[in-house]
């Protein structure tokens, strides 16, 4: 389903996805490394985030990087 792409996770497994610590992350977020999402001012990510990142895209994704993307976060590339 399209679903997995919109999941959400915490500020902390989304450090342990992308085997960093959390204060790393805090600091790729202030400098407008990594996207994040903020409801009620706690910090959460969609997996597209960590992934556009760790592909070096930064925050601004053109419809390429974002097709890319999708594929490596569909399911059929997910050991589950």
């Known amino acids: 389903s399209r679903m997995s792409n919109k999941k959400i996770?915490?500020?902390?497994?989304?450090?342990e996805n992308l085997e960093i610590g959390q204060s790393t992350?805090?600091?790729?977020v202030r400098e407008g490394k990594v996207r994040a999402l903020k409801p009620g001012g706690?910090?959460?990510?969609r997996q597209e985030f960590l992934t556009a990142y760790t592909l070096?895209?930064?925050t601004r994704l053109?419809?390429?990087?974002?097709?890319?993307i999708a594929?490596?976060?569909?399911?059929?590339?997910?050991?589950e």
């Open 56 to 58: 070096g895209f930064g």
């Open 25 to 28: 992350l805090y600091r790729l």
């Open 9 to 15: 996770l915490t500020h902390k497994l989304a450090a």
């Open 42 to 45: 706690k910090l959460m990510y």
């Open 71 to 79: 594929l490596l976060d569909s399911p059929s590339s997910e050991e």
């Open 62 to 68: 053109t419809a390429s990087q974002r097709a890319q």
